[in-house]
T-cell receptor, first 115, second 116 residues
Framework: AAGVIQSPRHLIKEKRETATLKCYPI?????VYWYQQGPGQDPQFLIS???????DKGSIPDRFSAQQFSDYHSELNMSSLELGDSALYFC??????????????FGAGTRLSVL | AQKITQTQPGMFVQEKEAVTLDCTYD???????LFWYKQPSSGEMIFLIY??????QNATEGRYSLNFQKARKSANLVISASQLGDSAMYFC?????????????FGSGTKLNVKP
């Protein structure tokens, strides 16, 4: 079965550079979520999109932006990177209309290292 | 206040034995879902099991079962017959409400080590 695909898997950037992370949800999943997991920490919600519109926003820095495109894939754009942005970035997707049982299926993550 | 609390940073279990990973949650929403995920050292997050707030029975999925005690607001994961491949980080998560796109709150995780 198709899973959530994230690219790239690994990314190394310098401080103050920009980065773009991509997420391709499972087919027919219309909702995409982004999470950030710092070293030794639990995943923290950043932002989500439902039917190409932002549905919720968490602790996402103003330096970050994201969008969901017409094919439902999503991109997380990160500018003016800081050392503290080094983390594992997860994308998850879910099926519509599941109510409380809205299982989020996660991609393998993009490991971003800012040097 | 923490929405999800996992009080066991690390646990050891002997291969083939059962182990319980604790999770307590805090919400005032009557509708919520509880989830467990496994994160191996490779990093991916693997969905294991789900329990809905209105479910009358404890969820089971193969060797995984969820001990749901609503009054105590606990949702402990039980892994039976532990295998070496079960060694990983385990996260408990919760979503509140019935909306299609409600975010997850994660606990701090429990690192499980299965000894041969």
């Amino acid at each position: 079965a198709a899973g959530v695909i994230q690219s790239p898997r690994h990314l190394i950037k310098e401080k103050r550079e920009t980065a773009t992370l991509k997420c391709y949800p499972i087919p027919r999943h219309d909702t995409v979520y982004w999470y950030q997991q710092g070293p030794g920490q639990d995943p923290q919600f950043l932002i989500s999109f439902y039917e190409k519109m932002q549905s919720d926003k968490g602790s996402i820095p103003d330096r970050f932006s994201a969008q969901q495109f017409s094919d439902y894939h999503s991109e997380l754009n990160m500018s003016s990177l800081e050392l503290g942005d080094s983390a594992l970035y997860f994308c998850a997707s879910s099926l519509p209309g599941q109510g409380a049982k809205n299982i989020q299926y996660f991609g393998a993550g993009t490991r971003l290292s800012v040097l | 206040a923490q929405k999800i609390t996992q009080t066991q940073p690390g646990m050891f279990v002997q291969e083939k034995e059962a182990v319980t990973l604790d999770c307590t949650y805090d919400t005032s929403d009557p509708s919520y879902g509880l989830f467990w995920y496994k994160q191996p050292s490779s990093g991916e997050m693997i969905f294991l099991i789900y329990q809905g707030s209105y479910d009358q029975q404890n969820a089971t999925e193969g060797r995984y079962s969820l001990n749901f005690q609503k009054a105590r607001k606990s949702a402990n994961l039980v892994i039976s017959a532990s295998q070496l491949g079960d060694s990983a980080m385990y996260f408990c998560a919760m979503r509140e409400g019935l909306g299609n796109f409600n975010k997850f709150y994660f606990g701090s995780g429990t690192k499980l080590n299965v000894k041969p």
